[in-house]
């Protein structure tokens, strides 16, 4: 398990590239046969991927959350971006395919993911928050998602938000997470810019070829930075920062959110002349 210390406005905004990078990109998440894991230290947030290729893999516990069980104090929220899988909780297996969501009850003691192809394997990305009481583990697939269309054709903008982990699909304890999908010709995610001091975010870049990169926006309004994302690559986002992108062409990015509340809509926009 990777650490990520918390990193204050003003520190950051002297870092360069490498530092960037160190502290806020996730890379090699993906990886057949292997569970990878992120720990941040902004709002406990853990994120990864979860690749079974040969065979199961089980999530077990680890010494850093100090608990007999990986979810005992957590809830976990999945969005399948590789073949068809599955999971089973506590001895219950629930079919998860591609672009299938699934949310997982803190309290669950056995979680294992299975590939129904190893060779083409399901791709779990997952965000774990803490969680204070248990919700129902839940199977949301793409259709269940609520649909929210943004965006304009002329703003290079237009998508569809689907909030997968969300209070209007299903009830959680704090997590939120969904998956933003471009129409053609849109590259600008987030754009006009906000904050939200009472949440932070994770975003997982993906569906890129090789060569595509985002570019995506980090840092206080007035002091932006940028981090170049490659396909299956993500970044952290903390409370102060602005979190935004464009690509060279196009890409899907999920979010993934934890904080004081589950309000979609409580953020704090940027006015476009007040960006640096």
Same mark, same amino acid.
């Given at each position: 398990?990777?650490?990520? =210390?918390?990193?204050?406005?003003?520190?950051?905004?002297?870092?360069?590239?490498?530092?960037?990078?160190?502290?806020?990109?996730?890379?090699?998440?993906?990886?057949?046969?292997?569970?990878?894991?992120?720990?941040s230290?902004?709002? !406990?947030?853990?994120?990864?991927g979860?690749?079974?290729?040969?065979?199961?893999?089980?999530?077990?516990?680890?010494?850093?959350?100090?608990?007999?069980?990986?979810?005992?104090?957590? =809830?976990m929220?999945?969005?399948?971006?590789?073949?068809?899988?599955?999971?089973?909780?506590?001895?219950?297996?629930?079919?998860?395919?591609p672009?299938?969501?699934?949310?997982?009850?803190?309290?669950?003691?056995? /979680?294992?993911?299975?590939?129904?192809?190893?060779?083409?394997?399901?791709?779990?990305?997952?965000?774990?928050?803490?969680?204070?009481?248990?919700?129902?583990? !839940?199977?949301?697939?793409?259709?269940?998602?609520?649909k929210?269309?943004?965006?304009?054709? =002329?703003?290079?903008?237009?998508?569809?938000i689907n909030?997968?982990?969300?209070?209007?699909?299903?009830?959680?304890?704090?997590?939120?997470?969904?998956?933003?999908?471009?129409?053609?010709?849109?590259?600008?995610?987030?754009?006009?810019?906000?904050?939200?001091?009472?949440?932070?975010? /994770?975003?997982?870049?993906?569906?890129?070829?090789?060569?595509?990169?985002?570019?995506?926006?980090?840092?206080?309004?007035?002091?932006?930075?940028?981090?170049?994302v490659?396909? =299956?690559?993500?970044?952290?986002?903390?409370?102060?920062?602005?979190?935004?992108?464009?690509?060279?062409?196009?890409?899907?990015?999920?979010?993934?959110?934890?904080?004081?509340?589950?309000?979609?809509?409580?953020?704090?926009?940027?006015?476009?002349?007040?960006?640096?």
């Open positions: 398990m990777q650490i990520r =210390e918390y990193l204050n406005s003003e520190y950051a905004k002297g870092l360069d590239t490498d530092g960037l990078r160190s502290n806020f990109l996730i890379t090699d998440i993906f990886v057949p046969g292997k569970i990878t894991t992120t720990y230290h902004v709002d !406990r947030m853990i994120a990864g979860i690749t079974p290729a040969r065979g199961p893999l089980a999530l077990a516990a680890t010494r850093e959350l100090g608990t007999d069980f990986f979810l005992e104090r957590r =809830e929220g999945i969005i399948n971006i590789g073949g068809a899988g599955s999971i089973a909780v506590d001895g219950e297996t629930f079919p998860v395919g672009r299938d969501g699934f949310y997982i009850s803190m309290g669950s003691k056995s /979680v294992v993911f299975q590939s129904q192809d190893a060779a083409n394997p399901a791709k779990f990305w997952f965000n774990s928050a803490p969680a204070h009481r248990a919700c129902p583990t !839940r199977r949301v697939t793409h259709d269940d998602a609520k929210v269309a943004l965006g304009s054709a =002329e703003e290079c903008n237009k998508r569809v909030q997968y982990i969300h209070p209007a699909v299903l009830e959680t304890c704090q997590l939120v997470m969904g998956m933003t999908e471009f129409s053609e010709g849109s590259v600008w995610n987030t754009m006009p810019v906000h904050t939200h001091e009472r949440r932070m975010e /994770v975003y997982l870049y993906f569906d890129m070829p090789k060569g595509r990169v985002v570019f995506h926006l980090m840092g206080k309004p007035t002091e932006t930075r940028h981090i170049v490659r396909n =299956e690559e993500a970044v952290i986002s903390p409370s102060w920062s602005i979190h935004a992108g464009v690509g060279t062409g196009a890409y899907t990015f999920i979010w993934g959110m934890a904080g004081e509340n589950q309000t979609f809509t409580d953020m704090d926009s940027v006015p476009m002349d007040d960006l640096r």
